[in-house]
Nanobody, 121 residues
Framework: QVQLVESGGGLVQAGDSLKLSCAAS????????MGWLRQAPGKEREFVAA???????YYANSEKGRFSISRDNAKNLVYLQMNSLKPEDTAVYYC???????????????WGQGTQVTVSS
């Protein structure tokens, strides 16, 4: 079992930055690709970014350059730095532990409860 707890969400203005954190506990995280996904109102959950134990990263094309994923393996923390936020970034952001398929799809084995990010115009 892996437990994931997100934090750092909130209400910001367009153009602001926000950093989300995910605290992980349980089974060794070395086996998992850690990911961030989001779900906007009325939309399906979508992949944002993923990071391997060794630090390699993978991003959804739409977020390249604005979002940055990182992890602190010693502290079992995963971060999502979001810059130049837009109203369309408004969503519940979820931390997940899973794997990334060869076709670029992220498959989550464990989810956090999510943290709300609201970007006002």
């Amino acid at each position: 079992q892996v437990q994931l707890v997100e934090s750092g969400g909130g209400l910001v203005q367009a153009g602001d930055s926000l950093k989300l954190s995910c605290a992980a506990s349980g089974r060794t995280l070395r086996s998992y690709v850690m990911g961030w996904l989001r779900q906007a109102p009325g939309k399906e959950r979508e992949f944002v970014a993923a990071i391997w134990w060794g630090g390699s990263t993978y991003y959804a094309n739409s977020e390249k350059g604005r979002f940055s994923i990182s992890r602190d393996n010693a502290k079992n923390l995963v971060y999502l730095q979001m810059n130049s936020l837009k109203p369309e970034d408004t969503a519940v952001y979820y931390c997940a532990a899973g794997s990334l398929l060869s076709n670029g799809s992220y498959v989550a084995d464990y989810w956090g409860q999510g943290t709300q990010v609201t970007v006002s115009s």
